[in-house]
């Protein structure tokens, strides 16, 4: 029997805020591969259901609170990171969207996936928690609730807003946030936010800079892009998405309203789009999504526009990074 936890004692330690101290076991049975749920905070998960116990597979997903595995010759393995097979046509488009930037978007033409790893950014997306001054002890990370709000949900407001980007191209503007690839601090944002300024520099600024930046990597049909600057910036951490039903929160600059915060949960999961009913309007696009841990788990991009929906805002996964617009080496954020 395979152990998983936060805890020291467990076969498979876990450094992540979101798995519970002693989370779930794995034992060979005479039924097959068992998976234990340990009565965890934020549940396992198979296939995207959760489940107490169930009997799994080769090819199994499989998800111990927002760490994701796959099962593999009889062992719960990380999922491969190789590139996906990228959408043709953004599903934002195929649900007639309305695209949440401020200034007018035009149609434009989708690069080939040639072109588009010609262009991304060569880097590896690694973890700055250490270098923020953040423990690396499973044992001293606190359980996180990712269906709850945080219980310092001002503090995180507070840090959150002070992070967020606004960002300035011709006659529209949107928002970003900060990530670390590498040894480089970037700007995360939407392409159809930079897509004007992609040959221009293009002027950004949050509560304490004002600055300018270049775009490296864009690419349309995620609709991803990601900008160098030489201005000091604190990166965000970043996470793998959460189990369906997670608290999130979104900040921005809706409407020019700089910083502005709405809460929401995650009502779904689609090739790599997170769908919520947090509030995403014009402006709030490229802003950084927050699960309770703290951390950036998506880009908000659009909201579906229609008289018979309500409250459908599409988020763009982190991981999505890594498929469109960076080389990610076989790693991941979180």
């Known amino acids: 029997m395979t152990t998983f936890g936060r805890a020291p004692d467990n076969d498979v330690v876990l450094d992540d805020d979101t798995v519970s101290s002693h989370h779930a076991t794995l034992e060979s049975t005479p039924q097959g591969l068992s998976l234990t749920d340990l009565g965890s905070t934020n549940g396992t998960f198979v296939n995207g259901t959760r489940v107490q116990q169930a009997v799994v597979t ?11 595995f796959v099962v593999s010759n009889g062992r719960l393995e990380p999922p491969s990171r190789e590139r996906k097979r990228r959408r043709t046509a953004p599903l934002l488009v195929l649900l007639a969207l309305v695209i949440a930037a401020v200034g007018t978007i035009a149609v434009i033409g989708l690069r080939n996936q040639d072109d588009a790893r010609r262009e991304s950014a060569q880097a590896t997306i690694a973890s700055d928690s250490q270098e923020d001054g953040k423990s690396d002890s499973p044992s001293a990370a606190p359980n996180v609730d990712l269906f709850a709000a945080p219980k310092d949900l001002g503090i995180l407001v507070d840090e959150a807003s002070a992070s967020v980007i606004s960002i300035d191209c011709a006659d529209g503007s949107g928002s970003g946030w900060p990530i670390r690839i590498g040894n480089d601090v970037l700007i995360v944002t939407n392409h159809h936010v930079i897509e004007y300024c992609i040959n221009t520099t293009v002027r950004f600024s949050n509560i304490a800079v004002d600055g300018r930046a270049n775009v490296i990597a864009s ?12 201005t000091k910036l604190t990166p965000l951490d970043t996470a793998q998405p959460p189990p369906v039903g997670a608290w999130l929160m979104v900040v921005g600059n809706p409407l020019g309203l700089e910083r502005s915060v709405s809460y929401g949960t995650l009502n779904n999961v689609y090739e790599g789009l997170l769908i919520t009913d947090a509030a995403i309007n014009p402006g709030n696009s490229g802003g950084p999504v927050f699960d309770s841990a703290g951390k950036v788990v998506g880009v908000a991009s659009a909201k579906i526009s229609d008289n018979e929906v309500d409250r459908v805002g599409i988020v763009i996964g982190v991981e999505e990074l890594c498929v469109a617009v960076l080389d990610c080496d076989g790693t991941f954020p979180g």
């Open 58 to 68: 080769q090819g199994d997903a499989v998800r111990l609170g927002g760490v994701t």
């Open 219 to 230: 690419d349309a049909p995620t609709d991803l892009a990601v900008l160098r600057t030489t």
